[in-house]
């Protein structure tokens, strides 16, 4: 809007004669709207049964090149009038709103055959708003889910040799109800002669599956891993791995992988001391076509790994790949059956709190690893490398000066793990890792406390194993998670926390190590983990040193604040050209740190060139974990097997 000074003075003083001063005539010509009143007609969650019956949901999903899912929804009614149907907004385990609405598309509904209209609820865009016509009894929602064609869209769920259904992308529910209050039964049509595994039961007929009746809540908790190349292998325990891959022989795997993978499963029964699960499917996809995913469910989980993770397994490229496994099998008892009570939600669009992801993911995290130990996944030396690099890149997080690891629960939903910048300074989800470093802590000072009689084995127990078979939720709050570590070992939790959870810190905590037997020195050699991890992202990894992390390329992918990099005037996505006269490569690079001489830098940002000098003496700095002491500390005991 542009009207001149002059104009404004010349139209008010027709008004009134008291317009004098300039800044009044300002205000006259503001003009101010009074907020109207927020309608949201969309009803509560209540925990009633839905009315209307049981949903018919049938899914086309053998449309594996244009990678569509077609979809027709029957939904029951109880009476006329307003409803609102939803796509899920809010996805547990993603502790985020990542429903992706713009994918559903060509929406129609009818009754009895006939059009009805539907408006967007503006409140919530994941809405649809209705008028059920007199006299229906069913309503018939149609729609297609675009689902990602190219990773730029979004995680690719369908390739020519396997399929990913996430039941959030390819349904709607209606407003009002739990949705655990709300039955469904979903047929899936497939591609010819695939095979499909999910938590849910069904039967077959040619490519049809028809699934078992189950209410709204547990059939987002049961997705589906279809593909051409299939193998189910039983593990005992009532626990499946199904796996899918690219290519047949990426399906082979050798007795003694597949004795790790079942020893994971008795592992885990050993530590909780019961299962809450009456079978459970592990969804493992081999790829690098599919995009990649790692997500818990209470009976299942979709994992995926790259290829070679059979086939490569003694060559060390795809260690990094088996954490995940262990980490979302963890999840069935903590997440999953034990939830946060202002994470656990009722339906999927109420907002989710993200409160405790440092016990649900945190301590996930820490018996993922420790899980990952007792069964072999990772040999001991390759779980102490593991710490080393996990507190190592937790001390380059030097935003912990400003935001308390607490304030990371929210990340998920302030960041949608959009790359960062200044990540260090930022911070991100934090909460994983720090989570299992406070975790370690809290194992040793039980451990010390009780003469290494007790330790975290003792708080699974007492409070993610209770109510075997239980498959439902059981919600907590911090003073219960307090309240069971002082019923193992008395000590200030509460003040543990405050310290390590709530407030600003200098360094991430290393209790564990300390009281465990440990601690964590610098070398110039990288640690198994760390070598696995510069060979899987192509990058020579110096952020525990000058700090910077440069791919082989001479792209800098990260600069840690405040570090001598930074003070150089390092930044990320800018390509470093020549290391002291020499071309760029990752072993020039390398020797003019060892060198512990200024580096005098070309670097390219853009389109333009700048020379730099980096003054660093440091060398390369790699983590690891050092003994002290002699015989077995607490983080020895805590890494053996318990069958
Ligand atoms: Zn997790």
Known sequence: MIRSLAAALFLTTGLSTAIVSPLFAQEAIRSKPTALPV?????????????????????????????????????????SGPMTLLMPAWLPGNHAPRGQIEKLTGLTITANGQPV??????????????????????????????????????RVVITPKMLNIQWESVSLYPAGYYTRQIPVQATVTYPAGWQAATALRGTKSGNRVAYETID???????????????????????????????????????????????????????????????????LLALTDEMGGIGLEHHRSSENQVEPGYFKKWESGEA????????????????????????????????????????????????????????????????????????????????????????????????????????????????????????????????????????????????????????????????????????????????????????????????????????????????????????????????SFGLGAIVKNDGEISAVIWDSAAFKAGLVIGAKIVAVNGDEFSSDVWKAAIKAKQPIQIILKQDKYYRTLSLDYSGGLRYPRLEKTGEGEGSLDRLLKPRT
């Not at 088996?322 to 980490?327: E, K, Q, S, V």
């Open 319 to 542: 260690l990094l790949d088996r954490n995940l496994l262990p980490h979302e099998f963890t999840h069935s008892w903590d997440g999953k059956f034990r939830r946060p009570d202002l994470l656990w939600t009722p339906d999927f669009r109420t907002p989710m709190q993200d409160n405790l992801l440092w016990v649900y993911e945190g301590q996930t995290q820490f018996w993922g690893y420790v899980l990952g130990a007792r069964s072999g996944m990772f040999t001991k030396q390759e779980t102490l490398d593991a710490y080393a690099q996990i507190a190592a890149k937790l001390d380059t997080n030097v935003g912990r000066q400003w935001r308390p690891m607490e304030d990371t629960t929210h990340d998920p939903i302030i960041s949608a793990r959009r790359p960062k910048g200044w990540a260090s300074w930022q911070r991100s989800e934090d909460y994983y890792n720090e989570g299992l470093m406070i975790w370690l802590e809290a194992d040793a000072i039980i451990s010390k406390a009780t003469r290494g009689t007790k330790g975290l084995d003792d708080f699974a127990k007492a409070f993610f194993g209770v109510k075997p078979g239980d498959w439902g939720q059981l919600v907590y709050n911090r003073q219960e998670v307090i309240d069971t570590l002082n019923g193992i070992a008395p000590y200030d939790w509460a003040g543990f926390f405050r310290t390590y959870v709530d407030s600003p810190t200098k360094e991430t905590p290393k209790g564990g190590f300390i009281l465990g037997g440990y601690n964590l020195v610098y070398g110039d050699e990288p640690n198994a983990i760390t070598k696995a991890a510069e060979g899987a992202n192509k990058m020579v990894d110096q």
């Open 216 to 282: 709204y809540e547990a059939l987002q908790d049961s997705p589906v891993f279809a593909g051409r190349y299939f193998k189910a292998v039983d593990l005992g325990k009532n626990v499946t791995l199904n796996i899918v891959a690219d290519d047949a022989d990426e399906l082979e795997y050798k007795p003694e992988q597949m004795a790790k993978h079942k020893k994971l499963v008795d592992e885990a029964g050993a530590l909780f001391g019961s299962y809450h699960f009456d079978h459970y499917d592990f």
């Open 39 to 79: 309608n949201d007609a969309t009803p509560a969650p209540k925990d009633v049964p839905y009315p209307g019956g049981t949903i018919k949901l049938e899914v086309d999903a053998s449309d594996t090149t244009q990678r569509i899912f077609r979809v027709k929804e029957t939904i029951p009614v109880a009476a």
């Open 117 to 154: 209209a539907w408006k967007r609820d503006p409140l919530n865009v994941f809405g649809f708003i209705i008028d059920v016509p007199q006299g229906v009894r069913e309503i018939v929602a149609q729609f297609q889910f675009l689902s990602a064609t190219q990773p730029n869209q979004g």
